[in-house]
Every structure is written in structure tokens, then in C-alpha cells.
């Protein structure tokens, strides 16, 4: 191969790297959020704390 198929093949090859950190970023952010939105639906919904009085 040429200089310059070679330098395009590592281009694409990097940017392959860079896709994957990228939806691994994403996947991690998603999770995040659907957990706060499940934690905060939880923390909502659940009954009030009932206390005796004197």
C-alpha cells in the first residue's frame, strides 16, 4: 500500500477508538439519568413518614 492509504487507514482506525469512548460515554450518561428519574420517582411516590405524637 501507499503513504497514503496507510495514513487514511490509521485515521479511520482512530476514529473507530474514539466512537466507542464516545457510546461508551452515552451508554454511561444514559444509565445515569434513567437511575436519578427511578430514584426521584421512588423518593415521590413512597408514603409520608408517620410520627406518634407525645
Known amino acids: 500500500m501507499d ?5 487514511l487507514l490509521r ?3 482512530a476514529g ?3 466512537l466507542g469512548a464516545t457510546r461508551l460515554a452515552t451508554g454511561g450518561s444514559l444509565v445515569a439519568l434513567f ?3 427511578a ?3 421512588y ?5 409520608p413518614r ?3 405524637g407525645p
Open 3 to 7: 503513504a497514503v492509504r496507510v495514513a
Open 11 to 13: 485515521e479511520v482506525l
Open 16 to 18: 473507530t477508538e474514539w
Open 35 to 37: 437511575g436519578a428519574g
Open 39 to 41: 430514584a426521584a420517582g
Open 43 to 47: 423518593l415521590m411516590r413512597r408514603p
Open 50 to 52: 408517620t410520627t406518634r
